[in-house]
């Protein structure tokens, strides 16, 4: 079997990556928490337990689970040469300019035995006070009373968005904000190196210009992508991976339906907004304004090489029963009720993770929408979510399938 293979958003799953909440959730403080993106500070120690929760619902429905942290710690040892590189590119990239610092940083680095303890501290920020040779040397030093030298990546947790596995490749992503741009380090350097995952086909990459996010990237079938125009997704960046989807890796994927949703928080990304819970049911945030503007992207039929945008306005009902070619229910998240569909989607009641079709991971917290799924034949696996839902992520956000089975 391939080690990539996503042609659909609820093929049977059979392999997935995770990253476990780690001490960068620790390093999280209440000034600090609106640059790092969240809106609380989660409590590490049952933030683990709910994600091993998480985890053992995938083993025990016969998912493989990899880990984002094992296989960047297995792709390093293959090298002392490649360490150093990864150290160097990290340092670099969490901004450190002064080089007396730096020397330090990868001292300190160097100085792990363990490679996956190193690559954990790269993820949850090194404090100052950490390093045992640093002073205060310059003018910034004695000014700034920051404490760390490189950030914690407390968004870590949701693997969805630093890249995306679409058919037999991936999206490499830019990530929109500086503080999430360092967590695509990890799955590039997977997928130039790591013995089972180098090489593979690249549709978008990290230092392509615009911003693309996984949360915007579902694959409706083995011909059909929904990309969404968000906040975090720019419709440049989709133009780029159009052009390489179509024409310089001949894919299978022949349109890609483009959701201009609201540039917000609220709608973060394309999967708050709508996902895929069997073939003909999805799940739906309650706020979002009908008709859609949706932009039909496929090859041009004069123009080799240039691709064809054409504008839909419809009901998401309507564009999906096109596309799909059959009937598709829509179920709001709350079931439409105001005040319950505000709350639940408040803790990503309508993002959830098929692990086949009609078979589902939620939030338990989410019971009213849970039921109603219940009610539509929907088999729910429920989880504990009462810290992990503080960064604002359900458990599509939390999950990157990297293998599933083809529909039938």
Known sequence: MKSLHVKSEIGRLKKVLLHRPGKELENLTPQLLERLLFDDIPWLELAQKEHDAFSNVFRDNGVDVVYLEDLVSDTLKQSDTLKQQFINQFINESHVVNDALKYRLSDYLNGFNDTKEMVLKTMSGIRKNELPSFEKLTLT?????????????????????????????????????????????????????????????????????????????????????????????????????????FYKYGTSF???????????????????????????????????????????????????????VTQIVKTLDQILEHYLNHPVMLIPCG???????????????????????????????????????TDHGIKIHTIPSSELSRGRGGPRCMSMPLIREDLK
């Not at 709608?267 to 819970?277: A, G, S, W, Y």
């Not at 005040?339 to 989410?366: C, K, M």
Request: no cysteine; hydrophobic share 35%.
């Open 254 to 308: 022949e349109t890609i339906l483009a959701f201009d949703i609201p540039k917000s928080r609220a709608f973060m990304h394309l999967d708050t907004v709508f996902t895929q819970i069997d073939y003909d049911k999805f799940t739906l945030h309650n706020s979002i304004d009908q008709p859609f503007k949706v932009y039909e992207l496929t090859k041009h039929p004069s123009k080799q090489g240039e691709v064809k």
């Open 141 to 245: 030093d004695y000014i700034d009373d920051y404490p760390f030298a490189t950030d914690p990546m407390p968004n870590l947790y949701f693997t969805r968005d630093p890249f995306s596995t679409i058919g037999n490749g991936i999206s490499m992503n830019k990530m929109f904000t500086e503080t999430r741009r360092r967590e695509t380090l990890y799955s590039d350097i997977i997928f130039k190196h790591h013995n089972e995952y180098k090489d593979k086909k690249r549709y978008y990459n990290r230092d392509d210009l615009m911003s693309i996010e996984g949360g915007d990237i579902l694959v409706l079938n083995e011909t059909i992508l929904a990309i969404g125009v968000s906040q975090r997704t720019h419709p440049a960046a989709i133009e780029t991976l159009a052009m390489n989807v």
């Open 335 to 373: 079931g439409g009720d105001q005040i319950i569909s505000f709350r639940e989607q408040w803790n990503d009641g309508a993002n959830t993770l098929a692990l086949a079709p009609g078979e589902v991971i939620v939030y338990s917290r989410n019971h009213v929408t849970n039921k109603i799924l």
